[in-house]
Every structure is written in C-alpha cells, then in structure tokens.
C-alpha cells in the first residue's frame, strides 16, 4: 500500500504541476478570486450567478466560467494529493525502522504541501504576485522531488559504484537545474516570455539593453516596479535573457555529466539526461520562434520537471552504496532505540 501510494503521488504530482502552469499560461489564475472554493462555493456550477455577474462587469476580466472550473480542478486536484500525502506520511512513520522507507522526508512533505497549499491561497488573494506564484511553482517541483526520493527508495533501485569525481557533477548539474527552473519561474510569472522575439540574438543584439535591477526586485507588484511604476521592456528583457544565459549553463554542465556518465557505463542515465535536455531545450526555442503557443509552453514546463525528476534520480543512484547502507541501519536503530 505504502509503496502503491507512493508513485499514485508521484505521478498526481507531475499532473498538478502541469495543470498548474496551463492554469496560469491560459491567464486562469484568477478564474476564482477566492479561496478554497469558487465565491464561497464548492464547485464554478454552484457560484454561476457571482461569475455571470464578474463577466457582465468585465467581459475580458480574468473571471469566467471556463477558466473558473480549470481553476478549480487544479485545486481538487492538488487537495486530493495532500490528502494521499498525509496517508504517505503516516505509513510511513509506521514503517520507519524498513530501509526502503524514508521517514523524515515523508514526514517532511506533509510540511511541504501544507505550505504549498497557503501559496495556493495567497497566490489569488494577493493578485498573482511574481515572488508568490514563482514559489508556488518551486514548492511544486520541491514536492515532485521529494516524492521521487521515496519512490526510488521503495523500488530499491541499483547504486553502481563510479568515481567521485562523476558524484559531484551530477550534484553540480541538480544544481544549476534547480537555478535555471527557478528563472524559468520568474521569466514565466512576470509574462517576459516574448521580451526577446528574436533568436539566437535579443532585440538583434547578444547584449540588449537591460534593466537588472527591478527585473530581479522580488517584493513587488506583477507588472510593476517595487516603486509602483510600469515595468520596463529593459526589465522584461533583463529576466528573459538571463534565462537564456541560464539555458548556456545548463546545456553545457549536462552535456560534461552525459559524457562522464557514459565514460563510466552509466550509458542509461546518460541517455536520459542527454534526452531530457535535448527536448528541453528544444522547446525553449520553439517557444520564442513561434511566439509561445499554449501547448509548447505547458510543454516546455512539464519538460522542465521531467529534467529535474531526471537529475533527482541521477543523484540518488550515485549515492554510493555504503552511505546509503548507513543509512537505513541508522533508521533501524533510532526506531528500536
């Protein structure tokens, strides 16, 4: 059951996480500007009278009846997996002194969603603030990860003995990762997606124009400097190019830790980070080129969790199998304790 649960979560998780950024991409964010439910309602059929009256005061407003209910479902959604969690978790501790059981990290989560669920709230109450949804969007993927180390935890899966040396580029690539998914967060919540239309240049320059400062100011208003002023094209441009500059990073640290990877015989994980990146950042492209259309750029974020969950099981492999061995006797003996 624990271990059945466990992947159910896994797999919801990647769902919400999509199903997030197409709520947000499809400017449904706001679709119910309460919450829990939808005008004090459980469901967008019961609350039609409140949201026919927000689309007749604003006919292009962010309320309406279909953005209402892709709303909520993201939300039905996400309290069904908190729910499953807080059975994980509850198992979990049951079975602490198991070796293929992570205790403390299920435990851990039930903190993560909890938190996770009061973004949820402020990201409509406080009108989509970038610093607010760009957490909402890293608490998501913190959970995907977490839920990913139980999951290799219970499947048992091989640790094969490679270099030291390999160990830490694959720490260093879930690092810059983890940076780079963090400024693709913020490039998408300050809508700076189309800051540079052109590509490979920016404004047909390597080096545009930029205002880096209130870019990267993070208590803010959307759309406004921390001064209360309109932001700038030069600050749009600033976020978006550092995400690009981001993706050079990226790109190169991965292509090193693909090649160790398969210098090692790890030709399977090789494969799957060389994979994952390609398509990554072939979607990145194809998001400027083609003036990010809804289904490239809901793709463009599922491929990011799916690198991420990629370099999470990368590491957890590497783990050397002493350490990890280690680890579970400690478990049994702080449980029999």
Same mark, same amino acid.
């Given at each position: 059951?624990?271990?059945?649960?466990?992947?159910?979560?896994l797999a919801l998780t990647l769902i919400v996480v999509v199903l997030g950024a197409y709520v947000r991409l499809s400017d449904a964010g706001l679709g119910c500007p309460d919450w829990p439910g939808c005008y004090g309602q459980l469901t967008p059929a019961h609350a039609a009278d409140e949201i026919a009256a927000a689309v007749a005061e604003s006919?292009?407003?962010p309320v309406s009846m279909h953005k209402a209910w892709k709303e909520m479902v993201h939300r039905y959604l996400a309290a069904s997996l908190g729910f499953i969690i807080l059975v994980i978790a509850g198992l979990a501790w049951r079975r602490r +002194?198991?070796?293929?059981?992570?205790?403390?990290?299920?435990?851990s989560l039930v903190a993560v969603v909890i938190f996770?669920?009061?973004l949820g709230k402020w990201t409509v109450t406080l009108l989509l603030k970038p610093a607010i949804v760009t957490g909402h969007l890293i608490g998501g993927l913190t959970?995907?990860?977490l839920l990913a180390l139980l999951a290799l935890r219970a499947a048992q899966v091989s640790r094969p003995t490679v270099p030291a040396s390999l160990v830490r580029w694959a720490r260093i690539g879930l690092l810059v990762v983890i940076v780079q998914i963090i400024l693709g967060g913020w490039t998408s919540t300050n809508y700076?997606?189309?800051?540079?239309?052109?590509?490979?240049?920016?404004h047909g320059s390597w080096w545009p124009d930029m205002d880096m400062a209130n870019a990267f100011h993070v208590v803010r208003e959307l759309g406004m400097t921390a001064q209360g002023d309109m932001l700038?094209?030069? +600050?749009?441009?600033?976020?978006?190019w550092m995400h690009r500059l981001g993706a050079l990073v990226v790109t190169g640290v991965l292509l090193v830790l693909a090649l160790r990877l398969a210098l090692a015989g790890q030709r399977g994980m090789a494969g799957a980070v060389f994979a994952a990146l390609a398509v990554q950042?072939?979607?990145?492209?194809?998001?400027?080129?083609?003036?990010l259309p809804l289904g490239l750029a809901v793709a463009h974020n599922a491929g990011a969790a799916v690198l991420l969950l990629t370099l999470v099981v990368v590491n957890e492999r590497l783990v050397p199998a002493r350490a990890w061995d280690l680890a579970g006797r400690r478990n049994d003996e702080n449980a029999y304790a």
């Open positions: 059951m624990y271990r059945r649960l466990v992947f159910i979560a006919p292009e407003g +002194a198991d070796p293929s059981v992570r205790a403390t990290i299920a435990v996770q669920g009061l959970t995907l990860s700076a997606a189309l800051a540079c239309t052109d590509f490979p240049t920016c700038s094209l030069q +600050a749009l441009t600033a976020i978006h950042v072939s979607l990145g492209i194809a998001n400027v080129v083609m003036s």
